[in-house]
């Protein structure tokens, strides 16, 4: 494709000697990483010996919430918008091979985290389990108004707003709780202030829900349409949820 194309002549030009710095390659995805691109099982035979000698592969952890899909007519084919909330963070993972990386992107909004697996995986606890446990009590409260938004309902009444800090405060203990018991977190518990770490996260993941115009129904689309009678969705999810927590 069009990406490996570029990176292979801009590899191919630093093995030539021509003054091309060093060539990093960012996914600015959570589900697909630079290094699936160059070394997974799709990439066998695609990518060049000069791109796996000269680009550095980077861990990338994105932040944005998709709050909705629209048809776009405007070009000669139809495609689809993604339209996201105004709120975007890039972190990537810092280690000998992106100490250049650090300062090239001094002075911008771009991040850097020793502990990016860990960071995405309380992401995924705190934003997603959040989420889906608000969302779950919205469509309940609004007798499954299909058009609810979260933010709409989290500001119709005081108890609703109450609600919701507390569901992210049960998390976020349990959060606390998980990352000092397990010893695969240790070096994060050794190097980051765990409170202070997950009241930062969980005052900015609160302040997005309450503003930002999400259906309750993209959330819980997984939950959507199931056979009359038929709960083993709900089920499964609360399975899955509490075993994790």
């Not at 996914?27 to 070394?39: G, Y």
């Not at 002075?107 to 990016?116: A, K, M, N």
């Not at 050794?190 to 959330?219: H, K």
Request: a negative charge; glycine letters at 6%.
């Amino acid at each position: 494709g069009p990406v490996l194309e570029a990176l292979d002549a801009l590899a191919t030009m630093r093995e030539a000697g021509q003054p091309i710095g060093p060539i990093y390659l960012i996914a600015c995805e959570n589900m697909v990483s630079a290094q699936d691109v160059l070394h997974g099982d799709d990439a066998a035979g695609a990518v060049s010996p000069a791109i796996l000698r000269q680009v550095t592969p980077v861990a990338c952890l994105v932040d944005r919430m998709c709050v909705d899909l629209e048809e776009d007519r405007s070009g000669p084919h139809p495609t689809v918008r993604v339209r996201v909330e105004p709120y975007l963070s890039v972190k990537l993972a810092l280690g000998p091979a992106t100490e250049t990386l650090r300062e090239l992107c001094a002075g911008t909004q771009v991040t850097f985290s020793r502990h990016l697996d860990v960071e995405k995986q309380i992401k995924g606890w705190l934003l997603n389990g959040t989420h889906w446990l608000i969302a779950l009590q919205a469509f309940q409260a609004s007798h499954g108004d299909r058009a609810m938004k979260l933010n709409e309902f989290t500001r119709a009444s005081p108890e609703q707003r109450s609600h919701a800090i507390a569901v992210m405060d049960e998390m976020r203990d349990g959060v606390a709780f998980l990352l000092r018991r397990d010893l695969a977190y240790a070096d994060f518990v050794r190097d980051v202030d765990v409170d202070r770490y997950l009241a930062g996260a969980a005052s900015a993941i609160l302040e997005r829900f309450f503003s930002t115009e999400d259906p309750i129904t993209r959330i819980l689309a997984r939950f959507q349409a199931p056979a009359p009678g038929d709960t083993t969705a709900i089920e499964a999810f609360t399975s899955r949820f509490a075993d994790r927590i």
